[in-house]
């Protein structure tokens, strides 16, 4: 127990993270850590390390039994699948930040850690630098966690506040944000939500115990997003930021969703700006509390990978205690949002699926309603997201399914609404 | 490595943390962790537990072979450090609560630990619900770790932020605080900064493996701090906070004090108000980031010590990587402070020691001045914290040596300060 093992590391990938790694661990003799081999595509390419490190043959990692561990730092997400099971099998321990591959897999990667008795780590994986995974696994596990809020993408981050601060419709923050490496030249992953959806995904199992996959979550990006969205924001002294959130019910499952959210400047998230990363936890117990920082380049990366590797050497493990308790949390569907709706044509919008109409705009080139409407009526549905029309989170937005019937009596006319 | 083991826990204390802790375990069996014993001085009184749980002799726990953790959450530093120190000789892993008797005897603690195998975890030491001891020793290690600022006394505070957002003076925020129970009925230990400092000592150890004690240490609290001062802290939209900071020179060595210091609107720090605790790491590798929770209070403190319990499941102990590098880092006195002082008597300010003053505001009761002075003439001395002086530090207080020939050329006649 707790002493210390010598490590030796096998690695996939060798870009801005592999090599910054391999630099470091060779600089600091006392982490009792070093790379042995590198498997990478193409070996012919010039490299600073020395060229016997280099394989392009997976086996000369996974089958050598000096290697303990394996570091997987590759930008494809079949191919990691591949090398994580494989080492896992094969009796190694394995440090990853492939979000999508995890995500995708965790069931199954938590089962192979549990037969292999072998560990997986992946902080990597969501806010990079934040080392959020460890602790939601260590510090709430006994603790009522009313609710988690979370900014998981750079990206998308950068370009609301360019957005915000600067005035940039989206497709010149967007442009800004892939100048500047904030963004990949195809942007489909960060924007339409799916890199963040896949962070979610882990950050979930870690806070609630839930093993869900992002075909079953609500979730949307921030390509609907355009300035009149943000001057509403503006005009209340809030703003818009793509937050995944997962709350506890008075039914006691738990509402989860991620989509753009209004936030108000008393808010914590508020002050997460441009490529930072930030997540509030609320629990009975400790309170609230707020961490921030990078989430994604190759020093938080690879900072992350590190404490990973660090872990390893005194035999750490993921528990995932949430997931193993008798009674497990679950998801549920039983509750309603109140939502900001902005479109250009009413006749697209399914009114009568809203419980109440609280507010109403109607303007020259789009008009808005803030409302409440059942989870439900947006779940697996687009109407939502397409016609240029653009879907928004209001503060405190879930409201419990006992709350309705006091809003129905508060509710606009709905003939009122019609153009 | 890795395994689980069955923890059998000798607790010292019953108050509201260890009954809380009491209560949790006892209510989560997965946890494999329960309380066998607990000692308390007063067995006659009352308690919400079964009669054969307590004893009032420690022997009944430290000298028992089936327990293998001892906890300690009592409020006196001798009675703990017996226990802390009786229970690592006798083989048993330690959680404790004591800042001030683990800052005292860090260094002796940290070769017992060294000398018997066994794990002292005080995460609950420090910032409580805040993980930053166990942060710092796993994710700053191979890290250039730039500099560190921390709000780690929530009591100090508290009557910071009531005198600046309800403008009370001092006494009367610290009388609400005492009222709300923000602060011990003796406030000396929080006002005076002496719990900081105790504190300061723990995250310095973990930050930049450098152990100190509080003789050494520049520090002081905030009763000096007046209601002109914080006017003048307004007028520039800044507040004024008790920070503890630590940062690397040029010279390769650490800059360190704890001192009220103006902090800016746009800093994270200015956030951190009322009982909350905020700590900003600064890193190469991870960039800044930010930790905001609650620093004190019995479910807080709890929580911490819940953490620490879970750690001993699989082993774990710091592993004190930087105490232990051959090249140490050192603090240094090489350097200079960006200070205001304001002062009734100007005949009592050693103006010859300031190499700079930039600027100057006489007043009918109070005059202040902004200038640089080097540590030297602050640490030891007291003219800065008597006769009504008060000292804050300014935004950006270090300057280092080499800069300081520019300054020289710069400074405001000293003769122009004679009132």
């Known amino acids: 127990m707790g002493s210390e093992k010598t490590l030796v590391i096998g690695m996939f990938g060798f870009g801005v993270v592999g090599e910054g790694l391999y630099k470091i661990l060779k600089q600091t003799p006392s982490l009792k850590a070093s790379i042995k081999r590198v498997c990478i595509k193409n070996t012919h390419k010039k490299r600073n390390a020395p060229a016997a490190l280099f394989t392009s043959e997976k086996n000369d990692l996974l089958l050598d039994p000096e290697i303990n561990v394996i570091v997987e730092v590759i930008n494809d997400s079949v191919a990691g699948y591949e090398i994580v099971t494989t080492a896992l099998k094969n009796g190694k321990d394995v440090v990853s930040a492939s979000k999508k591959m995890l995500s995708e897999h965790l069931g199954e990667l938590i089962e192979l850690q549990q037969s292999t008795g072998k560990s997986l780590l992946y902080e990597a994986s969501a806010c990079a630098s934040i080392p959020v995974i460890r602790n939601l696994e260590e510090y709430y596990d006994n603790d009522l966690l009313h609710s988690i809020k979370a900014i998981v993408n750079g990206s998308t981050n950068f370009i609301l506040t360019k957005m915000f601060e600067e005035h940039l419709a989206f497709k010149e923050a967007l442009l800004l944000a892939q100048q500047l490496g904030f963004a990949e030249s195809d942007p489909t992953l960060d924007i339409e939500g799916f890199d963040a959806a896949n962070k979610w995904v882990l950050l979930l199992a870690h806070s609630y115990g839930i093993n869900t996959n992002i075909k079953d979550m609500l979730f949307n990006g921030i390509t609907q997003i355009n300035e009149i969205d943000a001057k509403v924001a503006q005009s209340k002294n809030q703003s818009i930021k793509l937050v995944a959130q997962a709350q506890k019910l008075n039914n ?10 209004f936030i108000d400047a008393s808010e914590h998230l508020y002050f997460v700006k441009n490529e930072y990363n930030g997540v509030v936890i609320e629990s009975g117990f400790a309170d609230k509390q707020f961490f921030y920082g990078k989430g994604a380049g190759s020093f938080p990366t690879g900072s992350a990978v590190l404490s990973d590797i660090a872990a390893l050497r005194y035999g750490y493990k993921y528990e ?10 679950a998801l549920s569907n039983e509750f309603h949002l109140r939502v900001y709706v902005s479109f250009e044509n009413i006749e697209l919008i399914p009114k009568n699926e809203f419980i109440q109409i609280e507010e109403w705009h109607a303007g020259n080139e789009r008009s808005y309603l803030i409302g409440t409407i059942p989870f439900d009526a947006l779940l697996h549905k687009s109407w939502w997201k397409s016609n240029n029309t653009s879907l928004i989170l209001m503060p405190q937005c879930i409201v419990e399914n006992a709350q309705v019937n006091d809003l129905k009596k508060m509710s606009l006319s709905l003939a009122g609404l019609e153009a």
């Not at 995932?320 to 949390?329: C, D, E, R, V």
């Open 252 to 261: 006691g499952k738990v509402a989860s969703f991620l989509l753009p959210q």
């Open 320 to 329: 995932y205690k949430k997931l193993n308790q008798s009674i497990k949390a």
